[in-house]
């Protein structure tokens, strides 16, 4: 059974910084095309901040670039989400997700492109 496993969520003050990982189980996250990061937060559409592809190419939406910065290590089968600087408007619910098929690089932060959704982990940005 593939599951993708998400941690260290947390509560932090206004510019500081979390690290989040997603742990491959069962599955092995070098055989996705892509992987990403994506957040939600009650109401609102699932949004997506960060993909990486299997050659290491990245992909940010704009209210994140310069501060965050997706990587995977496959030796340790996990995705990270490096957020620096963080905002109170960067408060959500944050899933990684994976896919093993081709993705148009338009595609790549829309939820559909990705077949394998984590539980999420919360973070929350006081001001």
């Known amino acids: 059974q593939v599951q993708l496993v998400e941690s260290g969520g947390g509560s932090v003050q206004s510019g500081g910084s979390l690290r989040l990982s997603c742990a491959g189980s069962?599955?092995?996250?070098?055989?996705?095309?892509?992987m990403g990061w994506f957040r939600q937060v009650p109401g609102k559409e699932r949004e997506g901040v960060a993909s990486?592809?299997?050659?290491?190419?990245?992909k940010y939406t704009d209210s994140v670039k310069g501060r965050f910065t997706i990587s995977q290590d496959n030796a340790k089968n996990t995705l990270y989400l490096q957020m620096s600087n963080l905002k109170p408007e960067d408060t959500a619910m944050y899933y990684c997700?994976?896919?093993?098929?081709?993705?148009?690089?338009?595609?790549?932060?829309?939820?559909?492109?990705?077949?394998?959704w984590g539980q999420g982990t919360q973070v929350t940005v006081s001001s």
């Open positions: 997700a994976a896919t093993t098929g081709y993705r148009a690089w338009w595609a790549l932060l829309l939820p559909p492109s990705y077949n394998y």
């Open positions: 990486i592809g299997s050659g290491g190419l990245t």
């Open positions: 069962g599955y092995t996250i070098s055989s996705s095309t892509y």
